[in-house]
Nanobody
Framework: VQLQAFGGGSVQAGGSLRLSCAAS????????IGWFRQAPGSGREGVSA????????YYADSVKDRFTITFDSAKKTAYLQMDSLRPEDTGLYYC????????????????????WGHGTLVTVSS
């Protein structure tokens, strides 16, 4: 499995960005896709996740009602639409995939995921 994330950039607070994560080598439908981020000087945190078999989504409280995760099965690409961006959303954003059904309450736990892409940088200025 290989993941490629792109779409990062620099925006002003209140702006929007859409990140994409293209997955190759995924042959199973029972996957969970997660987005994580790491701010400078901080640890990695879960942002949002999508469990494909039942289309369940999960969001960190800090991004609820601002970010939307979707998955295009035909393109095997996950998207993270980020609206109303804030300076605290700045960080390196990673996508990750797990082959299997992650328990709902653990969908933002990074040790549940086995495949990771390189990060894409998001910078939000005030």
């Amino acid at each position: 499995v290989q993941l490629q994330a792109f779409g990062g950039g620099s925006v002003q607070a209140g702006g929007s960005l859409r990140l994409s994560c293209a997955a190759s080598g995924v042959t199973c439908d029972a996957i969970t896709i997660g987005w994580f981020r790491q701010a400078p000087g901080s640890g990695r945190e879960g942002v949002s996740a999508f469990r494909k078999w039942d289309a369940v989504t999960y969001y960190a409280d800090s991004v609820k009602d601002r970010f939307t995760i979707t998955f295009d099965s035909a393109k095997k690409t996950a998207y993270l639409q980020m609206d109303s961006l804030r300076p605290e959303d700045t960080g390196l954003y990673y996508c990750a995939v797990d082959i299997g059904q992650i328990t709902y309450t653990r969908m933002l736990d990074d040790d549940e995921y086995h495949f990771w892409g390189h990060g894409t940088l998001v910078t939000v200025s005030s």
